[in-house]
Nanobody, 119 residues
Framework: QVQLVESGGGLVQAGGSLRLSCAAS????????IGWFRQAPGKEREFVAS????????YYADSVKGRFTISRDNVKITAYLQMNTLKPEDTAVYYC????????????WGQGTQVTVSS
C-alpha cells in the first residue's frame, strides 16, 4: 500500500512557474513508476508525465514537453513536477499516481492539488 499526498498547487499568472510535490508513504516507493495526471473542469483526466522507478524512463504529454520536468527523490520518497511557462490551459487539478506495472496501470492515487493559471 502506498499513500500519496500532493502539494504545491496554487494561483499563478501565465508565464509563471510552480513546483508540485508528491509525498509518499508506505513501502517500496522506489519500485513504483510515478505519474502525474490532470483534470480540467468538464474534461477527462489526462496524462501529463511519468518517471520510472530508477528514473531511466521519462515520458511527457506533447502539451507539456519543454515546459514541465518530472523528477523523483527515492531517499525522500517524493516525486516532483516542475512546471514552467504556465499557460491558462494548464489550469486543472493535478494528481500523482503510483504504478506497479511500469505505468500501464496506476494502482494508487493522491487526492489532487489545484493549479490555476490566470491570463
Amino acid at each position: 500500500q502506498v499513500q500519496l499526498v500532493e502539494s504545491g498547487g496554487g494561483l499563478v499568472q501565465a508565464g509563471g512557474s510552480l513546483r508540485l510535490s508528491c509525498a509518499a508513504s508506505g513501502r517500496a516507493f522506489t519500485t513504483y513508476t510515478i505519474g502525474w495526471f490532470r483534470q480540467a473542469p468538464g474534461k477527462e483526466r489526462e496524462f501529463v508525465a511519468s518517471i520510472s522507478s530508477g528514473a531511466s524512463r521519462i515520458y511527457y504529454a506533447d502539451s507539456v514537453k519543454g515546459r514541465f520536468t518530472i523528477s523523483r527523490d527515492n531517499v525522500k520518497i517524493t516525486a516532483y513536477l516542475q512546471m514552467n511557462t504556465l499557460k491558462p490551459e494548464d489550469t486543472a487539478v493535478y494528481y500523482c499516481a503510483a504504478s506497479l506495472v511500469g505505468g500501464s496501470k496506476y494502482n494508487y492515487w493522491g487526492q489532487g492539488t489545484q493549479v490555476t493559471v490566470s491570463s
